[in-house]
């Protein structure tokens, strides 16, 4: 592999080192942190910023038209877990979306109550969001310089998976969120059934289909993670088993798999082993 190297430490904060694993991508195989078992890519420098450039459109992460009931549907149930671990209603929390892209939470969030806006990387999406009424950052948490404890809550959706230092994005957030804030955080769950089952056919895991995946949380690594940024885990749960990605096998067995996974669904909930990771990190 041609380049410097991305990821050379765990995401997580571990001083444990990466080791292969057996999921072996088209950069190389994943590594793995032998102290949380954090997955990362070993793409280069170049291969990470060729396919960030995939969301570099103004459409950015727009849901497609079938699929709006369903973001929509999602977004407000975590939404109703956020509140909740606030005590509070929607009237007068101030949600900041990191990487809103072209705004579709912010208009879940919006619609539900909340005063919500965005800081997203790429202009093109963020013209988006602010053309629909949002007001967007165009740039960095960093360098947008908000004031501290200037928001009752952060989301981080489908985020920390695209970065090499998360800990520094946690540090920032914790910043700027109120005492008693809470960070929420999805992501995909690389120890979940999911990910056994599937390695390296499992889409998740592609670098230049997902636009820039190189880390790869389970719950235990995201734990710690929340701990050494100064958050608590206020809650922690998953979702979804999936066995084959459609177009992957013939039709009858996908549809067999597709059956078997939704027996799995419940018990993976229990064991926080399904693929859809979400964590709820209440500021200390």
């Known amino acids: 592999m041609a380049g410097e190297r991305l990821i050379t430490r765990c995401p997580a904060g571990c001083d444990a080192e990466l080791a292969g694993s057996g999921i072996v991508m088209p950069e190389g195989p994943l590594l793995r942190c032998g102290a949380c078992g954090q997955l990362v890519s070993q793409c280069s420098v170049e291969q990470y910023d060729d396919a960030l450039r995939k969301w570099d459109t103004a459409s950015g992460t727009t849901p497609s038209c079938d699929a709006i009931a369903r973001h929509d549907q999602v977004g407000r149930r975590r939404l109703r877990t956020l509140l909740a671990l606030l005590g509070r209603g929607p009237a007068g929390v101030r949600l900041l979306d990191v990487g809103c892209s072209s705004g579709a939470f912010l208009l879940t969030a919006q619609q539900a109550g909340l005063d919500a806006e965005g800081v997203e990387l790429s202009p093109e999406a963020a013209q988006t969001a602010r ?87 389970n719950p235990r690594s995201l734990e710690g993670l929340a701990e050494r940024t100064g958050f608590a885990v206020a809650r922690l749960e998953t979702r979804h088993v999936r066995l084959a990605e459609k177009g992957q096998c013939l039709k009858p067995l996908y549809v067999a798999a597709k059956l078997t996974a939704g027996l799995l669904d419940a018990p993976a909930r229990l064991a926080h082993a399904g693929h859809d990771l979400t964590a709820f990190l209440r500021k200390r």
């Not at 404890?149 to 959706?157: H, K, R, S, V």
């Not at 804030?181 to 599937?198: D, F, Q, W």
């Open 131 to 217: 053309e629909a009424g949002f007001r967007v950052f165009t740039g960095r948490l960093e360098d947008a310089r908000f004031p501290d404890a200037a928001f009752d809550a952060i989301a981080l959706i489908e985020l920390v998976e695209h970065l090499r230092d998360p800990r520094s994005l946690l540090e920032e957030c914790r910043r700027i969120l109120r005492p008693g804030g809470i960070v929420m955080i999805t992501t995909p769950n690389a120890a979940s059934l999911t990910a056994r089952a599937m390695g390296a056919r499992w889409g998740v895991f592609s670098l230049a289909g997902m636009g820039g995946h190189v880390s790869f949380f």
